[in-house]
């Protein structure tokens, strides 16, 4: 069983930053990919970003150039570092790994 939980959401004017955390429980296999997914509200469930064990990344279009995706495999976390964010940029981020998925932290960014 894996339990993750996501820390670091927050309100934040735009072009503002936040650093999200997400530290994970139980069996984790560094190689298998962590990332992040985020809901606004009224929307589906989109990718933001993920990084598998070797610390290749993958970003959404929106979030390259923006955002920057880490993972520290002794901790069993990832973070996502958000620079220059926008108001679209609102909504729950939620952290997964496998088919495991944390509570979700609201991050919102006001005009």
């Known amino acids: 069983q894996v339990q993750l939980v996501e820390s670091g959401g927050g309100l934040v004017q735009a072009g503002g930053s936040l650093r999200l955390s997400c530290a994970a429980s139980g069996s984790i296999i560094s190689a298998n990919a962590m990332g992040w997914y985020r809901q606004a509200p009224g929307k589906q469930r989109e990718l933001v970003a993920f990084?598998?064990?070797?610390?290749?990344?993958n970003y959404a279009l929106f979030a390259k150039g923006r955002f920057t995706i880490s993972r520290d495999n002794v901790k069993k976390s990832v973070y996502l570092q958000m620079n220059s964010l926008k108001p679209e940029d609102t909504g729950v981020y939620y952290c997964?790994?496998?088919?495991?998925w944390g509570q979700g932290t609201q991050v919102t960014v006001s005009e």
């Open positions: 997964f790994y496998l088919n495991y």
């Open positions: 990084i598998i064990g070797d610390g290749r990344t």
